[in-house]
């Protein structure tokens, strides 16, 4: 069983000086490129998901901050009605995690770019992209990789072959463990059993670069994908060219967390050893229009907790 | 650069495993192998196993000790970790069943008001039981499970069968089958994705040295 400290941290001295020095430097950084930060409440209410930490204040059931972006959708919806198109934000969530000694109480630092005109949107997933390259330099993390995916490759086809979408949210979640074998059991009978298991070999088979666009390209849903194999095209050689030094760029189109969530391009940012990803993000067009708002909207957040966690293994900060 | 550590299972998989792994680079040392050692180098010296039992693996890999691990599916499923489970390696292939004494049916224990089934297969057996829409009491034990309904503490149990003898002794039948059980190649997700380069290349040799056709 989980004890306390390890899933609501106490920083001591180096660690919460540490944590304020990183803070303040990616807040800079996001304040140079003209964001400006927003401090939606710790508490939020109408908690549906189970994962949340819960509690009553009299009788009402609210939660812990559990994400920044829900947090500051509800924020932006209900105080504005043109929405600000750059925000950063800094704090914690808490947020019940897959493994339980996983902390709890998460800290992080991030951003998000809200647009209400669709053609903004490829210029806004760059300059978010162009940010979090940065990031490694400004904390001192050299070796760093950054994983680009797009949401749709999967979400696509499991919609094209009229999945079910408890289905298709299992299928994704065995192929998130790149578990293809269990796949194949999910789908036996299935009369698009073959396709998607030819499909699901490309987007598992490693990340391996621009090649596996071309592999994407020759697959089974090849003409569905052109639009998005073409984006990530875009993204990946606009991307090398600004890569900085000693931060290597990798297409993961097997990247499927979040399936339900994102809607384009994602971003994960991995540091040699850590066991948790730096920095996570991406093109989730469909929060806003549920709220009821006709905006675009991407973004990223730095978790600070696995900055955290690499200083104590001595892989860190240089 | 530290060894890569691998962690292989003790118990039923291990006898399969070990000796599918000598002659290549996995190969553990045979005075380690002996000893009380409990990192253990392969032929590769870039290489080390450490041998665990089976339910204490998954934790292993997902906390990042070890960067790969072969492990049974019967074990994976039970454990809540986030691991990557790279390939079916399909040894050590065996029925995770629901047995009860013999001349018992499937119709009879689905009647009973209070229905006790012994497994170590908690979670397994509870997706199962809410999939037929069947309620009983599961008892959890860890070990020689078949004494459960030969001593009269439950009434059929969910275990593992591979050849079936173990079951005849006992004078239990099974009566339906619940899922296949087989080895697993599992990696640290974090490693997995943050060392594409090391650790990818190890996963596809030992999944193409292990996976049986």
Redesign the interface.
Known sequence: MPTHTPSFPDLLFEDAARLRRWEAQLMGHLDCAGYRELHPSLVMRNPVNPSTVRFFDGDQLVALRWDFTEALARTLVRRFQDPPRRISYAGPVFRRPANSWDPVERLEVGCEHIQTDPDQRTEADRELARLLMAVPALLGLEGCLLHIGHAALLRRPLEAEHIPLELGQEIARVLDRRAIHRAAELLDGHPAKDRLLAHAEILLSGPNGPGSLDDLARGPYGGLLVAEAEQLGRVLSVLTAQLPKGLTLRLDLGDLRGLGYYSGPTLRLWAPGAQRELAAGGRYDGLYPEMGRPWYAAGFCVRLTTLLELGDNDQGEK | MKPLLIALPKGRLEEELLPRLQGSAFELDPKALKSRKLRIPMADPMLAAVLLKGADLPRYV???VAALGIVGSDILDES?????????LNFGVCRLSLCAPDHTTLEQLRRKPHLRIATKFLGATGRWLRQEGITAELVPLQSSVELAPVLGLADAIVDLVQSGKTLLAHHLVELTTLGKASA?LV??????????DRI?PMARALTSLLRVP
Do not use: K, Q, T
């Open positions: 997902a906390g990042g809540p970790v986030d691991l990557m489970e790279l390939s079916d697993r990696a640290c997700r974090g490693m997995f994705l943050s060392e594409p990818g």
